[in-house]
């Protein structure tokens, strides 16, 4: 077992093939998530938990850049005081006081000055941020000396920007550990975890994470399947929600950021039909392994202190892929509006102008993590005749389709106020596309027809995606072409990057050229 990365137990292509159980039981059917009604208990936690989180890592960064750019501006401002001389001798200094904050950084990453333990109590890391700064200064200064023409001027300005650069961390870093302890204690700087399976796994489990000194989860629940003669309705002071059908919603109402199966690898096959009903939700999915004598590679797992969790599935787009992502829309849609708004004119002008009724359509559609979100598009079909369910895909020379609809159809024109949806944070530029809530194909929802049709959701959806341009766009009237559409889906959320963002989105004007499925 020692030769492998994972259990081959969990191969998760094997694991969406194979047939989902509901609580009770039964069969589901293929592709169709399940749903329950949680407990008002479950509910009124989930409430507790209804507001994101302040990812740690998202935290640490800001903090890595606020420390750069204030060393830094400290450096440009001591420089200026001192009336240091302006040309070659400034910009030298300037240089320097970049490369110490900078070096500075590295010093302090490199002696766990950016771990959220330490953080947390300042003062018992405050000497070894001190020492980096020093001899980060010291290296900078150094450098300057030996290889630069410097002011006379300059050893008074260094030691000024020593003295309030080092005043300055000693402050911000007391700043800093009372925010993060007082964000720790309100829950919205936590791992927030759910334990999946009760017992006394449960109850090793949840003591050997208190007892971590650096630990971050914070447990907001147990789900098991067993009644309460084999699993207890409360375990280490944490009540039992619900089974697993019915986590499912109560990850869709709360923000959880891991689940934790605390089952011993020897149960494969409940851990698969677990498995099996889970890997469609946003979060990480992490099998507790304290308790099991198998061990893998160090890479399989992530630790919670001394405790290991064996690695299953990871949320994708997280953390500053997310701002990453985040930015990468609001730059090119807020370009999109600036190339295109004549055609937003025009468009409105000839939907207005050729039928009655509004601009705009709104549609309700899946959005992330199953949410229903309205999706703006320009209007394309007479009023009188519209379908906002979706439930009635639009065909070949569909008589509810205006003139003007049928254009703005073929070319994709109907889609462009989505950009707002954009800019509002509903959408992304490039994603899954984000289906109708009642969509389906003959009498078959989409969930009934794809296995792991859900999974789409784990991202937001976008405006174009790879499905699209790959030829997979227009109407859905077999069950083939939403099962292609699920899969290039599914290959892009596991696939992405920046890079393949810019890839898609610059390659849609070209694919649209193709209006052959589009009507």
Request: charged content about 20%; overall charge positive.
């Amino acid at each position: 077992m020692n030769k492998v990365d994972k259990p081959d137990a969990f191969d998760l292509e094997a694991l969406r093939r194979r047939p989902a159980m509901n609580a009770d039981g039964t069969t589901q059917a293929p592709g169709s998530e399940p749903r329950a009604e949680v407990s008002a208990l479950a509910r009124q936690i989930a409430g507790q938990y209804a507001v994101a989180n302040y990812s740690p890592s998202i935290v640490i960064g800001q903090l890595r850049f606020l420390e750069f750019f204030s060393l830094f501006a400290i450096s440009l401002a001591a420089n200026y005081f001192m009336a240091l001389e302006p040309g070659a001798h400034f910009l030298l200094s300037a240089v320097s006081g970049a490369g110490g904050a900078l070096l500075a950084l590295f010093l302090m990453q490199g002696s766990d000055c950016y771990h959220v333990s330490i953080l947390r109590t300042p003062m018992r890391s405050i000497a070894r941020v001190l020492v980096s700064w020093t001899v980060a200064v010291a290296l900078a200064s150094l450098a300057t000396l030996l290889f630069g023409d410097f002011d006379v001027k300059y050893p008074s300005t260094l030691a000024v920007w020593f003295a309030v650069g080092g005043a300055f961390l000693v402050i911000e870093r007391n700043l800093i550990g009372f925010a993060i302890r007082r964000w720790g204690r309100n829950g919205v700087m936590e791992r927030r975890a759910v334990i999946v399976g009760g017992g006394k796994p449960a109850k090793d489990l949840i003591r050997a994470l208190e007892q971590q000194p650096e630990n971050d989860i914070r447990i907001c629940g147990i789900f098991d399947d067993r009644n309460s003669q084999r699993s207890p309705d409360v375990v280490a002071g944490y009540p039992k929600l619900g089974n697993v059908a019915e986590l499912v919603e109560f990850a869709r109402l709360a923000h959880i950021d891991m689940l934790i199966i605390s089952l011993p690898l020897s149960a494969e096959a409940r851990i698969m039909e677990l498995l099996r009903m889970l890997w469609v939700l946003p979060v990480d999915v992490r099998l507790a392994a304290h308790s099991n004598n198998l061990r893998f590679r160090p890479r399989s797992y992530s630790h919670v202190g001394a405790v290991p969790l064996l690695d299953i599935l990871d949320k994708p787009i997280r953390d500053w892929d997310s701002v990453a992502k985040r930015a990468f829309d609001i730059f090119f849609s807020l370009l999109a509006l600036v190339l295109l708004w004549p055609v937003f004119i025009a468009t409105a002008i000839a939907v207005k102008a050729t039928s009655k009724g509004p601009v705009f359509f709104v549609q309700k559609r899946h959005g992330f993590n199953n949410e229903v979100i309205n999706v703006l598009k320009f209007r394309s079909m007479y009023t009188e005749m519209s379908d906002p369910t979706a439930k009635n895909a639009v065909t070949r020379g569909d008589p509810r389709v205006t003139k003007v609809g049928r254009f703005i159809r073929k070319t994709s024109i109907d889609e462009l106020p989505q950009i707002f949806n954009v800019l509002r944070g509903d959408l992304s530029l490039v994603g899954p596309r984000p289906h109708a809530v009642l969509g389906q194909t003959r009498d078959k929802t989409y969930g009934e027809i794809v296995e792991g049709y859900f999974a789409r959701h784990r991202v937001k959806p976008g405006v174009t995606g790879w499905a699209q341009i790959n030829g997979w766009r227009g109407e859905i009237d077999t069950d083939e072409k939403i099962k292609f559409r699920t899969a290039f889906d599914l290959y892009y959320i596991e696939n992405w990057s920046l890079l393949f963002d810019l890839k898609i989105l610059f390659l849609t004007p070209i694919k649209l050229l193709n209006t052959e499925n589009a009507y």
